[in-house]
């Protein structure tokens, strides 16, 4: 369009350039904003357009206009509203490449007075009869940008059903690398073993996840909550790598070529965690808010009235003093310091001597290795069960994909159940199989708790000393003239108990062992830490 000036109207033109890319590399290697510029000014001195402004944006995708420069540009705009005709771009796609935002954007650039241009442009590009023209142009870019973000996400669909990581970063634990064949790799790292570690603490159905994560943190494993728990649901730690549902194909787990951080029996047994963990039934989470100066708020009842103590935190004479006392109007009041102490002072009659304990360890031993046979025979039906599941997985897919037989929401509910099935058998399978050599370990630490319990209640995380609580004591505790006592004890602890005068000086390979004394023994239901991980305040002394 060549620019003609009236004797009424001696102001020449004016115009703001703007230039944008993408990406860093597109500013290095492609369509330079240096080029960009260049073309737009030679353009306007061509056109006898006075160049009065030149925005930028760099490493800014053009799908919104959420972007600085261009911000700045509109604000300029605003503020000399009909005095800027011409806002030259070198391509619609430098402007933008949502056809809706274009239309929007180039609305609200005409009410100021300003028409956006591009070299594409012809010299009549205002006339209305290349209006069909403009949109055309309008709508390339977007067009463009669809069939990108469809190769890109057919590029990434392909690698991860061959077992590739596509993505740009790295989940916690990997760093990325490249293989022999120069593809990307996922490569265990430093933080892989604490990782490992978390999977394995949390597994034990034992601390809260966020306990896992303060620990882990102090080890050096620095999540923060979302991301701990992302964690734990990413089967690439597994090995596995989940490919997305489209429209023609189901969602499915593939075999990585990365080497897994845990083992795929670890990773299920995780997930049935995390998923029957609620709020409504798990005994590891508390609506009430936790103090380390009540340990005992929820376990204790009233001996008045029969409700549960609470606690709360008095002020007053310059301090502030914790207590327990009820909520009812009997008004019972009980400094907690006096009542934690006489607590510990309660625990430490619990403790049965080391005689005993080494009595009890070589009776459940005795009992273990009678039961080894039925485990055996249980793996072995648990191994037939698996193996039918997983051919019944086989013919739905022939009866999917080969023969056409089955309908595609019949085929994702009956290979979703099914899936399922196997998860739940191979846990059970896996358990058996590591009983054995899991019982020595197990049984010495709890044993070891047992001798003293004063010192792992002090030391323990104020969670892992509820759960304490509860494992020890069914029923809660009455506290009365300064005295513990309790309606019910566990059965475990309370044989061991008993047996403490009897038993004392017998010799474990001369006891009667029956069924009745040691096969309904209760697990504590806390479970040790791995080597170096520990939900405890100090370092755990040395077990047994």
């Known amino acids: 369009m060549n620019i003609k000036y009236s004797a009424r109207d001696q102001k020449p033109k004016t115009a703001i350039i703007y230039t944008r890319v993408s990406t860093d590399e597109q500013a290095d290697y492609g369509f330079s904003l240096a080029h960009q510029e260049d073309l737009l000014r030679k353009e306007c001195a061509r056109r006898g357009i006075h160049v009065i402004a030149h925005y930028t944006d760099e490493g800014y995708s053009a799908k919104d206009f959420k972007r600085p420069h261009f911000q ?20 619609w796609c430098r402007f933008s490449r949502n056809i809706e935002n274009t239309i929007l954007m180039n609305r609200e650039l005409l009410s100021y007075g300003t028409r956006v241009i591009t070299l594409d442009d012809g010299e009549e590009s205002d006339n209305p009869a290349n209006l069909l023209l403009t949109m055309l142009n309008m709508t390339l870019p977007e067009i463009d940008n669809r069939i990108r973000s469809r190769n890109t996400k ?104 990365h080497e897994a951080i845990v083992s795929e029996e670890l990773f299920l047994k995780v997930q049935r965690i995390l998923n029957k963990r609620t709020e409504t039934n798990s005994c590891l989470r508390t609506r009430e808010k936790l103090r380390d100066e009540l340990p005992l708020r929820g376990h204790l009842t009233c001996p008045e009235c029969g409700k549960t103590w609470t606690g709360s935190i008095s002020s007053g004479n310059g301090g502030k003093y914790p207590y327990y006392h009820c909520e009812r109007s009997c008004k019972v009041r009980v400094n907690a ?30 009992l273990f290795k009678a039961k080894e046979g039925d485990r055996d025979e249980q793996v072995h039906k648990l191994r037939i069960e698996i193996e039918r599941h997983k051919q019944n997985l086989l013919k739905l897919d022939q009866q999917r994909f080969l023969t056409g037989e089955m309908d595609p929401d019949s085929y994702k509910r009956l290979k979703s159940h099914t899936t399922e099935q196997i998860d739940r058998l191979t846990i059970q399978m896996n358990d058996l199989e590591a009983a054995d050599t ?37 029923a809660k505790l009455i506290f009365q003239d300064g005295n513990y006592r309790t309606s019910a004890l566990n059965p475990a602890l309370a044989l061991i108990l008993q047996k403490n005068k009897g038993l004392q000086n017998e010799k474990a390979e001369d006891i009667a062992i029956s069924e009745n004394v040691s096969g309904d023994v209760a697990r504590t239901g806390i479970e040790p830490a791995t080597q170096g991980f520990s939900v405890f305040k100090n370092p755990i002394r040395p077990l047994l």
């Open 72 to 91: 700045q540009l509109l604000e300029y705009l605003r503020r000399h509203k009909k005095q800027i005709q011409y806002l030259f771009v070198t391509k």
């Open 438 to 474: 899991a019982f020595e370990k197990y049984a010495r630490y709890g044993m070891s708790l047992l001798k003293d319990l004063t010192w792992y209640f002090q030391e323990a995380e104020l969670q892992a000393r509820r759960k304490l609580l509860g494992s020890i004591f069914p």
């Open 337 to 366: 310091d006096f009542a934690n102490e006489r607590f510990l002072q309660f625990l430490g009659t619990l403790q049965p001597p080391q005689e005993i304990i080494d009595l009890q360890m070589a009776m459940m031993g005795v």
């Open 154 to 257: 057919s590029g990434i669909l392909r690698a991860l059903k061959e077992g590739y990581y596509p993505y740009g970063y790295a989940p916690v634990g990997y760093s990325k690398d490249r293989s022999a064949l120069k593809t990307p790799l996922l490569v265990p790292d430093d933080k892989a073993p604490l990782v490992r570690e978390a999977f394995e603490v949390f597994a034990t159905g034992t601390f809260p996840i966020e306990d896992v994560r303060k620990a882990s943190w102090k080890n050096g494993l620095r999540l923060q909550r979302s991301q701990f728990g992302q964690m734990f649901r990413n089967p690439v730690y597994a090995g596995k790598l989940y490919v997305p549902e489209t429209t023609n194909e189901e969602g499915c787990l593939v075999k990585g070529v």
